[in-house]
């Protein structure tokens, strides 16, 4: 595992990030450079609202630093106060890693991060929608211990792959 340090995604770290966008795959899961100056556009949008019959509690949103404290990838979602019908706050996390920096465990330790962060002290599940063609994000999650909660994708297209705190007494973080 990596030795990452979370730290809040301001403004002044916009440009470190957004050149990630340019990329084809990140633009083909993601968005284009627009999507992380969004952002800052909509902050504290949404809070209180309902979505999907849950309701946004917060929102974090962090880059993630490497051992030498160089922006290596971006993270964050919504927290909510339940999970569909299931009780329990839970966070949808959307992810990037450096194009050029992918494949060496950074994604991995990124989501281990958010799931042993202080500020998810909080959260008992935490999700990952992804579409099944991203073999990537699929193997990236799963190798943080998030599993598909139904195999079958919604409406959306989308998997939800879920790591419930519950399920890692004796487990460990990683
Ligand atoms: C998904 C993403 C964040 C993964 O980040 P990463 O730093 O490359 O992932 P890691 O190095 O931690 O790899 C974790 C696992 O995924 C596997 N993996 C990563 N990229 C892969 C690829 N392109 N093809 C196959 N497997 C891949 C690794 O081999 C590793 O598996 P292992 O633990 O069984 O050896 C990165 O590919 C990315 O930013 N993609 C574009 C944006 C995106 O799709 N975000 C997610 C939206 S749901």
Redesign the pocket.
């Known amino acids: 595992m990596r030795d990452v340090t979370l730290v809040p995604f301001t403004e002044d770290l916009l440009p470190a990030v957004q050149v990630w966008f340019t990329d084809a ?2 633009q083909r ?2 968005g284009g450079p627009d999507w992380p100056a969004r952002e800052f556009r909509i902050a504290g949008h949404g809070i209180g609202e309902e979505f999907r019959g849950r309701i946004v509690l917060r929102v974090h949103s962090w880059v993630v630093l490497d051992e030498d404290g160089v922006p290596v990838a971006h993270i964050g979602g919504d927290v909510y106060d339940r999970w569909y019908r299931e009780p329990g706050r839970s966070m949808g996390l ?4 450096d194009p050029g920096r ?8 990124a989501l281990l991060a958010v799931v042993t962060a202080p500020e998810t002290a909080d959260v008992a599940i935490f999700a ?3 579409e099944p063609e ?4 699929v ?2 999650a799963t ?1 943080a211990g998030f599993t598909p909660d139904d195999p079958e994708p919604d409406f959306e297209g989308i998997v939800y792959h879920l790591r419930r705190k519950a399920d890692d007494h004796g487990r460990g973080v990683g």
């Open positions: 795959d990140v899961w993601l959307a992810y990037v890693v992918q494949r060496q465990g950074y994604g991995r330790s990952v929608g992804i991203n073999v990537a994000s193997r990236c190798a």
